[in-house]
Nanobody, 126 residues
Framework: QVQLVESGGRLVQAGGSLRLSCAAS????????MAWFRQAPGKEREFVTH???????YASASVKGRFTISRDNAKNTVTLEMNSLKPEDTAVYYC????????????????????WGQGTQVTVSS
């Protein structure tokens, strides 16, 4: 059974940086597409970025150039580096895994992923 645990969320000032981590246990992490989503109060869960099993990344237009996803298959972790943070980045950030079809790209819907973490809160103050 695959489990995901996020960490690193906190309060940060606008313009600042933050690093989120997601630790995976169970299964074969290197075969997964790993993604970050976020959900602000009263809004739907929104795709942020993903990295597939070949290391190919894809990011939403709202974070492209500011956020970077990476993975460490030896440590079963995926990291989200967030720079130039804006108040509109405030949300609960979720790590997600697609445990089959690891070479797919452009997987931007929550239903594309079958395992989710519990989320970590990121708050950006203006």
């Amino acid at each position: 059974q695959v489990q995901l645990v996020e960490s690193g969320g906190r309060l940060v000032q606008a313009g600042g940086s933050l690093r989120l981590s997601c630790a995976a246990s169970g299964g074969t992490f290197s075969n997964y597409v790993m993604a970050w989503f976020r959900q602000a109060p009263g809004k739907e869960r929104e795709f942020v970025t993903h990295i597939n099993a070949a290391g190919i990344t894809y990011a939403s237009a709202s974070v492209k150039g500011r956020f970077t996803i990476s993975r460490d298959n030896a440590k079963n972790t995926v990291t989200l580096e967030m720079n130039s943070l804006k108040p509109e980045d405030t949300a609960v950030y979720y790590c997600a895994a697609k445990t089959s079809g690891g070479l797919f790209v452009f997987l931007t819907g929550p239903s594309d992923y079958d395992v989710w973490g519990q989320g970590t809160q990121v708050t950006v103050s203006s």
